[in-house]
């Protein structure tokens, strides 16, 4: 099965934020630094479950998905093109 758009924008997210964590100061990295990872991580496991669950299931994964990108990317602090 080909991934999804979605799940690969997503990979590409989580490997932009490591490239740019990296270039943190060292005092940032393991707070903001690692949380950032975190939620990329977390966004990807949870689009890549949703794709294989079903309809009604996959409505609560992606809910989850949502609220971590919102809460973690979309308040306008990341500058990161994943598209």
């Known amino acids: 099965m080909k991934p999804l758009p979605i799940i690969d924008a997503a990979y590409r997210l989580a ?21 950032m990872e975190e939620a990329a991580l977390d966004l990807l496991e949870l689009l890549v479950e949703a794709q294989y669950l079903s309809a009604e299931r996959k409505r609560e994964v992606l809910a989850s998905a949502s609220r971590i990108f919102f809460s973690a990317f979309a308040n306008g602090t990341s500058r990161i093109n994943v598209c």
Do not use: D, S
């Open 15 to 35: 490997i932009e934020i490591n490239q740019a964590v990296v270039k943190y100061p060292r005092h940032q990295r393991p707070g903001l630094g690692r949380r």
